[in-house]
C-alpha cells in the first residue's frame, strides 16, 4: 500500500493506524503534499493542516499532486477546507464537514482550528472546534441536558470567541455570565466527560476508512480534467519546497533540491542535458497517463537492495519510478516513427547541421570513387570481432557491449546487420582519409 496521510490533533497516529496502515506525517504545511507528491504514493490523505504559525498547504501543490496520477481525499480539518474548495477540480472530500464547506453552509476556517500541542506530545488539542462543540451541543439537546435555547446560547458564546480559547471550561463560564441557566450549564460539564462529541474524529475515520476500501479494490492512477499551469510563483515554489533524500539524514535538516541542482550546474553541460531529459521525460509521462498506459510487468533489476541503498530509495519509491520509467519507454516506443523527421530540425537549432552534413557528403564521395559504397569484412581485412574492437575500443574508448542487438537498436539501426553495413563504411572512410593525410603531408 502507498498512502500517505497529514494527521495531527484530529486523531492520533495510533488509532488511525488501527483503520489504515499508512505512512503518516504531521499536519500539512506549505510543500508538505509536494514533498510527499513526489514520492509517487497512491494515495494523499490530508486531515489536519497548520491555519497559521505556519504556511497553510497550498491549492497548487495538490492540484499538481492530482496531475502526477495522485488522490488526494480530504476531510475533518484542513483538508476538509481544502476538498471543498478543489472539489470540481477533482480531490475528494470526506465526512459531513466537508459538505458543509462545500455547500457553502460553513464558511469560516475556525470552523475546524484548534490549537494543538507539539509531536513531542502528539499534537493534543488545546481548544475546541467549533463544529465538535455544535455537535455536542446537538447530542446534549437529544439526551435532554440542556434544552434547545441554552444550547443556541452556548453556541453564540462560542462563536464569538477567539478559536484557540474554546474550552468548554471557559465556555461554560460565559455562558452562565451571560444568563444561561446555570443548573443546565452545570448538568452539561457533567454530562460532558462522556457525551461530548467529536465531528472532525468521525470524518477522519470515514476518510480512512474509504481510502482502505479504494486501495483493496484497486486503485488506478488518477486522471484530472484540467492543464496544470507552470507558473514562475510555483516555479518558486516548488523549488523552495523541494527536497533530496540523503541516506541517513536528519529530517529536520533535508537537502534541498535546488542545491543538488548547484552540484549538476557546476559540471557544466551536463545541467543542460539533465533538463532536457528531465522536460522530456515529464511530457512522456503525462502522455502515458492521456493514453491510458497499465505497466503489468515490471523490470527486474540486478543487486536490487544495493541499488536502492546508492539511490536513497525505498520499495514504494523504487516502484513509482519504475512504472515512470516503463512509462516513458512506452511512450518513447510510439513516437520513435514520427520523431524521425525532426531529427534534422533538431540539429539545425543545435548547430550540429552542417558539420554532419558535410562529413556525410565527403563519406559518399570518398567510398563511391574507392567502389566501397557497400564494403564487406573482406574488403576491409577484418574480422567481424576486430571490427567492433576498432569501433568501441579505438575510437569511442569504452569496451564491446555485453548485449550488442540491443545496444544497435537502441541507436536505431533495423538490425545488427545494417549496423555492421556502418561500420565498415566507417572504417573505410577513416582509412581513406589517413592514406590521403599522409600522402597530402
Not at 43 to 63: C, T
Not at 361 to 374: N, S
Request: proline share 4%.
Amino acid at each position: 500500500m502507498s498512502v500517505v496521510i497529514f494527521v495531527g490533533p484530529t486523531i492520533t497516529t495510533a488509532e488511525a493506524r488501527t483503520v489504515l496502515d499508512a505512512d503518516y506525517r504531521p499536519p500539512a504545511a506549505e510543500g508538505d503534499v509536494y514533498r510527499a507528491a513526489r514520492r509517487r504514493p497512491q494515495v494523499i490523505g490530508i486531515i489536519d493542516g497548520y491555519f497559521e504559525r505556519l504556511p497553510s498547504v497550498w491549492h497548487k501543490e495538490i492540484l499538481w499532486a492530482m496531475n502526477q496520477g495522485i488522490h488526494v481525499f480530504g476531510s475533518a480539518s484542513m483538508g476538509a477546507l481544502r476538498a471543498a474548495e478543489l472539489d470540481a477540480f477533482g480531490m475528494e472530500g470526506v465526512g459531513s464537514i466537508f459538505e458543509a464547506y462545500r455547500d457553502g453552509s460553513l464558511e469560516d476556517d475556525d470552523e475546524v482550528a484548534v490549537i494543538h500541542a507539539t509531536a513531542e506530545f502528539a499534537f493534543r488539542p488545546a481548544s475546541e472546534a467549533m463544529v465538535d462543540i455544535r455537535c455536542t451541543l446537538a447530542k446534549a439537546v437529544e439526551a435532554g441536558v440542556l434544552s434547545t435555547a441554552s444550547a443556541s446560547a452556548i453556541e453564540s458564546v462560542a462563536k464569538s470567541m477567539f478559536y484557540p480559547d474554546r474550552t468548554y471550561q471557559l465556555i461554560a463560564r460565559r455562558a452562565a455570565e451571560l444568563g444561561v441557566s446555570r443548573a443546565e450549564v452545570g448538568a452539561f460539564m457533567r454530562w460532558l466527560p462522556e457525551g461530548r462529541a467529536s465531528q472532525k474524529r468521525a470524518d477522519a475515520l470515514a476518510m480512512l476508512r474509504l481510502i482502505r476500501e479504494r486501495v483493496a479494490k484497486g486503485i488506478e492512477a488518477k486522471r484530472v480534467n484540467y492543464f496544470f499551469e507552470n507558473s514562475a510563483m510555483w516555479e518558486q515554489a516548488w523549488r523552495l519546497a523541494g527536497e533530496a533524500d540523503r541516506g541517513r539524514a536528519e529530517p529536520t535538516e533535508p537537502i534541498l533540491l535546488e542545491s543538488v541542482l548547484d552540484e549538476l550546474r557546476l559540471e557544466g553541460d551536463a545541467f543542460k542535458h539533465a533538463q532536457q531529459a528531465a522536460i522530456l521525460r515529464t511530457l512522456a509521462i503525462t502522455q502515458s497517463y492521456i493514453q491510458g498506459f497499465s505497466n503489468t510487468a515490471p523490470p527486474d533489476i540486478p543487486n536490487r537492495d544495493q541499488w536502492m541503498r546508492a539511490n536513497n530509495l525505498d520499495e514504494v519509491q523504487l516502484a513509482g519510478l519504475l512504472d515512470d520509467e516503463a512509462r516513458v519507454r512506452w511512450v518513447t516506443s510510439l513516437a520513435e516513427f514520427e520523431a524521425t523527421g525532426y531529427y534534422l530540425d533538431h540539429l539545425r537549432v543545435s548547430g550540429e547541421y552542417p558539420k554532419l552534413v558535410e562529413r556525410a557528403e565527403l563519406k559518399r564521395i570518398t567510398l563511391a570513387e574507392m567502389g566501397l559504397e557497400d564494403p564487406t569484412l573482406a574488403d576491409a581485412g577484418l574480422e567481424m570481432e576486430e571490427l567492433l574492437k576498432w569501433y568501441f575500443e579505438d575510437q569511442l574508448g569504452r569496451s564491446i557491449p555485453t548485449g550488442l542487438r540491443d545496444h544497435t537498436r537502441a541507436l536505431g539501426f533495423e538490425s545488427l546487420e545494417s549496423f555492421q553495413r556502418s561500420l565498415l563504411r566507417e572504417y573505410c572512410f577513416v582509412r581513406a582519409q589517413r592514406v590521403t593525410g599522409a600522402i597530402g603531408g
